[in-house]
């Protein structure tokens, strides 16, 4: 699905939520990436099969581990 000069990382990546955003919805709290993922302000992300990911970084476990 991209077609970046430097491919943007897969949907089934780890990296996947590093792709380039494609259309940004900040007053609905979502953007869409160029590998098909919709990632939440929250962190949660829609794989483009239907899969959710849920929150998968948290602002404790940050917080927890620079303690």
Same mark, same amino acid.
């Given at each position: 699905m991209c077609a970046h000069a430097t491919p &943007? ?24 990436? &160029? ?16 899969r959710v990911v849920a929150e998968h970084r ?10």
């Amino acid at each position: 699905m991209c077609a970046h000069a430097t491919p &943007c990382p897969a949907a089934d990546s780890d990296l996947r939520d590093l792709a380039a955003i494609v259309s940004s919805h900040p007053e609905q709290g979502w953007n869409l990436l &160029c590998n098909g993922v919709v990632l939440f302000d929250d962190d949660g992300e829609l794989l483009p099969d239907g899969r959710v990911v849920a929150e998968h970084r948290s602002w404790r476990a940050l917080a927890t581990s620079v303690a």
